[in-house]
């Protein structure tokens, strides 16, 4: 089809929109966040159509109706989902019944790909199109599930350029739309302004530190992330740290391990949210693997990326990868831009001495341009892009 026939195609009102019902599912905040990325693209073209299923408050904004709490859903870790298989079964089950009774134009399914590929697949059987918004890293691990997928998505959208050639190749419909991040991150942050929201000083050592959001990755990694900034305080009285926490369960759950590890004299503020904002104001960042990451790249900081999981979920996930990283800017670069120190080897010591060659390392400023060209690679519109390939789906 010619562009200017896709710009008409996509440019015309849908008819009947007040007829129409899209599904998505978002399993955990991070989903949350790319789904109502997308609904801003999505809801001009279709203003009273019923967006529903499970998701957060970013998705709300839009008008999307959240028929579960998303907060069921959202779990990590091969072992950890096993207490709650059944529950999170039964919600799967119910999703999928009323789907099939009320027959939504389309389902989005984003990421969270343990529930949204089951669900898809008896979606797609019954004849309701679906959409995938984030390809599981079969690049990195599992990639067998390629044959799950073409079961599951008659259309993936993807967030890394070399994801598009991963499902062209497997002759799944695909559209690159740039990754959201890349559009929220400034190209140049501004660390006096975020330093001054924070109340912190202009002239000290910041660090920021990201644990995680989840209680499960705040329980196995805060202590280590705890211990090196003591460590480094010791080595700097002056150095400050800024913990930004997503809720109160794990606010209290952090501050009840600083008390524990005698941090009374070491400045470390505790931030309600804001983690961008944190990562702004950092001279260098303490990291969980994961999206994270890919916001301290994106902030051009440097960082160290930590993970410490249950044990036993570890010995399996540690054989199963394809590639030597883990960390997505390491992924991205194809090689160690920054350290990765994982389970046993996130030691406090060990943390604390990567950390501090990143603050001193005379490498930063090729550190951060190779972070601005990263920047540049994921920089779309992806709001309208993935917009339309949900839109030309429908029609």
């Not at 930004?244 to 505790?270: C, K, N, T, W």
């Amino acid at each position: 089809m010619c562009a200017c026939c896709v710009n008409f195609l996509i440019q015309r009102p849908v008819a009947s929109s007040a007829e129409l019902s899209i599904a998505l599912v978002a399993g955990e905040a991070s989903g949350d966040l790319l789904a109502s990325r997308l609904l801003s693209g999505l809801r001009p073209h279709l203003p009273s159509a019923k967006l529903h299923g499970i998701g957060g408050r970013h998705m709300a904004e839009h008008g999307f109706i959240s028929d579960w709490p998303m907060e069921k859903l959202t779990v990590r870790g091969l072992f950890e989902v096993i207490p709650r298989y059944r529950e999170i079964k039964g919600i799967q089950n119910a999703v999928r019944d009323q789907l099939l009774a009320q027959r939504p134009a389309a389902f989005i399914g984003v990421d969270y790909p343990g529930f949204n590929l089951g669900l898809e697949i008896q979606l797609k059987q019954a004849g309701i199109p679906t959409v995938h918004y984030i390809s599981p890293q079969i690049w990195a691990w599992r990639g067998g599930r390629i044959k799950k997928i073409a079961k599951a998505v008659s259309h993936m959208l993807v967030v890394f350029p070399f994801e598009e050639a991963i499902y062209k190749k497997a002759d799944i419909p695909v559209t690159y739309v740039g990754h959201p991040l890349a559009e929220m991150i400034p190209m140049e942050p501004n660390m006096p302004a975020a330093r001054t929201q924070l109340g912190l000083p202009l002239n000290a050592p910041v660090i920021a530190i990201l644990p995680g959001s989840r209680m499960s990755e705040l329980k196995y990694n805060s202590a280590a992330f705890i211990g090196a900034a003591k460590l480094l305080a010791q080595r700097d009285s002056s150095m400050r740290f800024v913990v930004p926490m997503v809720g109160l369960p794990q606010r209290h759950y952090f501050s009840e391990l600083m008390v524990q590890a005698g941090m009374q004299d070491v400045s470390i503020d505790l931030v309600d949210g804001q983690s961008h904002t944190a990562i702004a104001a950092a001279d260098a960042v303490l990291v969980a693997s994961g999206t994270a990451s890919l916001e301290v790249a994106l902030y051009k900081k440097p960082m160290v990326i930590a993970y410490k999981m249950m044990r036993a979920s570890w010995e399996i996930m540690r054989h199963m990868g394809y590639q030597p990283w883990i960390g997505l800017p390491n992924i991205l670069a194809r090689e160690f831009l920054v350290p990765e120190l994982l389970q046993n080897a996130a030691t406090p010591q060990a943390l604390a001495d990567a950390l501090w060659a990143q603050l001193y390392d005379s490498r930063r400023s090729v550190l951060q341009q190779r972070f601005t060209e990263m920047h540049h690679s994921l920089l779309r519109n992806s709001a309208q892009e993935s917009a339309q390939a949900v839109l030309k789906l429908l029609r």
